[in-house]
């Protein structure tokens, strides 16, 4: 049967819900694991209006730092260059990948991905706007082809809350890259919205945190992906 609601509304929140899950006849198997997980796998979450402004100050911030960091680059020209701690991954068409070591962690890494993309950014956004775990299974499932499961675990702010951001949320994803390798799963807090960068252009924006709480516990015997800063 479809994932049910896994949220209480509030008066603060929206009154969307996290049904609509994808038809579970397939059934995944990892060291005895079964997938799509059990409706009530994952409990309820509960956030209070100060945890909400909370994570809504950090994605802030983060978009912050992101347009001021896009604005240097843009600032080096047409073929930028970089130095040390950062060095080119590669660069494909209007795209330039980078890389900098994280010294504290030989297994960590921070990335950035600078560049142009024909389209619009609204349709982009739109490709990632999911407010049921189905919305977000599919998605998944297209850009990387090889997804597991996925689960809306709360919808916070959606389109319907008319907040000043489009979509934020709470999210788990699985992805099987190989049978050779563990599941991956990642629970993490996505915020989606539309703004202005530092020379007043329009953009549109999409922030991923990792997230550790209780109410997403790691999956037994599965290997937790770390997430991208």
């Known amino acids: 049967m479809p994932r049910r609601n896994m949220t209480t509304p509030t008066p603060s929140l929206s009154d969307s819900n996290s049904s609509g899950r994808r038809d579970p006849g397939e059934t995944m198997h990892d060291n005895g694991g079964?997938?799509?997980?059990?409706?009530?796998?994952?409990?309820?979450?509960?956030?209070?209006?100060?945890?909400?402004a909370n994570y809504e100050s950090q994605m802030q911030e983060i978009v912050k730092n992101a347009l001021a960091e896009y604005e240097l680059?843009?600032?080096?020209?047409?073929?930028?260059?970089?130095?040390?701690?950062?060095?080119?991954?590669?660069?494909v068409e209007g795209l330039t990948t980078i890389k900098k070591e994280t010294p504290d962690s030989p297994t960590a890494s921070q990335a950035r991905i600078f560049g142009r993309i024909n389209g619009d950014y609204r349709h982009f956004i739109?490709?990632?706007?999911?407010?049921?775990?189905?919305?977000?299974?599919?998605?998944?499932?297209?850009?990387?082809?090889?997804?597991?499961?996925a689960a809306v675990l709360k919808n916070i702010h959606t389109v319907a809350s008319k907040k000043k951001c489009l979509y934020m949320g709470i999210k788990w994803t699985c992805?099987?890259?190989?049978?050779?390798?563990?599941?991956?799963?990642?629970?993490?807090?996505?915020?989606?919205?539309?703004?202005?960068?530092?020379?007043?252009?329009?953009v549109g924006v999409r922030v991923t945190l990792p997230l550790d709480i209780p109410e997403c516990p790691e999956l037994p015997k599965s290997s937790r992906l770390n997430g991208f800063d």
């Open 126 to 149: 739109d490709f990632f706007y999911a407010e049921t775990s189905a919305e977000l299974f599919a998605w998944n499932q297209f850009m990387f082809g090889y997804a597991t499961d």
């Open 175 to 202: 992805l099987n890259p190989s049978p050779l390798v563990k599941k991956r799963d990642n629970c993490y807090m996505e915020y989606l919205n539309y703004t202005k960068d530092l020379r007043g252009r329009d």
């Open 73 to 91: 680059h843009e600032a080096k020209g047409t073929y930028p260059v970089y130095r040390s701690p950062w060095s080119v991954v590669s660069k």
């Open 34 to 52: 079964h997938f799509p997980l059990p409706d009530d796998y994952f409990p309820e979450i509960h956030l209070t209006p100060k945890e909400i």
